[in-house]
């Protein structure tokens, strides 16, 4: 059974400083990884998505790298601003159909002003 | 493209009455996911569909939980009765293709008193 863990569970930075989050899954027969952010008491907002196949993901400061054989990804975040400030989470859908997503419990990110 | 579109947003009932949950996927996705998130474990996959049939219902916690696809643009997840520890933030998700990933909505959080 797959299991994916974030760690750190919550973190907290200045604003500027670049962080990476961690992300770590069980089985690495993943068909794809996607990360998302979760603002308090909303939805989940798609970040970046990344096939098996491929190596990294970036969409403006942010930066999604995976090591499909050793089970890892990270999500690095430049220039952090408080407007990142948000619960942020991975999550991994593994090689057999059209499986659903597995989640990590996500980390929690505070960027101070 | 209004996104996955779920109703009520929130709701609040008393144990043991019925609660009713609709998910409208986005128009062209063949796969529907209902997830429960709480703080204590996290988003939990209940229930998932492809082409309007239900693939695996082994994450419904209890036969007081069921759920529907009677056509492509429409599901329903419902509890019956409804208990306290029901309480949560309820999710639809949908997706074409896996390549694609998940688009979510903004959930529906039911409070069970």
């Known amino acids: 059974k797959q299991e994916v863990t974030q760690i750190p569970a919550a973190l907290s930075v200045p604003e500027g400083e670049n962080l990476v989050l961690n992300c770590s899954f069980t089985?690495?027969?993943?068909?794809?990884l996607q990360w998302f952010r979760q603002d308090p008491g909303k939805g989940l907002t798609s970040l970046l998505l990344?096939?098996?196949?491929?190596r990294e993901q970036t969409s403006g400061r942010l930066n999604a790298s995976l090591d499909k054989s050793s089970g890892r990804s990270t999500l690095y975040i430049a220039a952090s601003q408080p407007g990142d400030s948000a619960t942020y989470l991975c999550?991994?859908?593994?090689?057999?159909?059209?499986?659903?997503?597995?989640f990590g419990k996500g980390t929690r990110l505070s960027v101070i002003a | 493209d209004a996104g996955v579109i779920q109703s009520p947003r929130h709701e609040v009932t008393e144990m043991g009455q019925e609660v009713t949950l609709r998910c409208k996927p986005i128009?062209?996705?063949?796969?529907l996911f209902w997830y429960r998130q709480t703080m204590m474990r996290g988003l939990e996959l209940l229930i998932y569909?492809?082409?309007?049939?239900?693939?695996?219902d082994s994450g419904m916690p209890e036969d007081r939980f069921s759920a529907k696809m009677p056509n492509a643009s429409f599901s329903t997840l419902k509890i019956q009765p409804s208990e306290p520890r029901d309480s949560a933030v309820y999710f639809c998700?949908?997706?074409?293709?896996?390549?694609?990933?998940?688009?979510f909505g903004s959930g529906t959080r039911l409070t069970v008193v």
């Open positions: 569909f492809n082409n309007n049939v239900p693939i695996d």
């Open positions: 089985d690495s027969a993943i068909y794809n």
């Open positions: 999550a991994v859908s593994t090689n057999s159909g059209n499986t659903p997503l597995v």
């Open positions: 128009s062209g996705h063949n796969s």
């Open positions: 998700a949908s997706s074409f293709q896996r390549n694609y990933g998940y688009t």
């Open positions: 990344i096939q098996s196949s491929q």
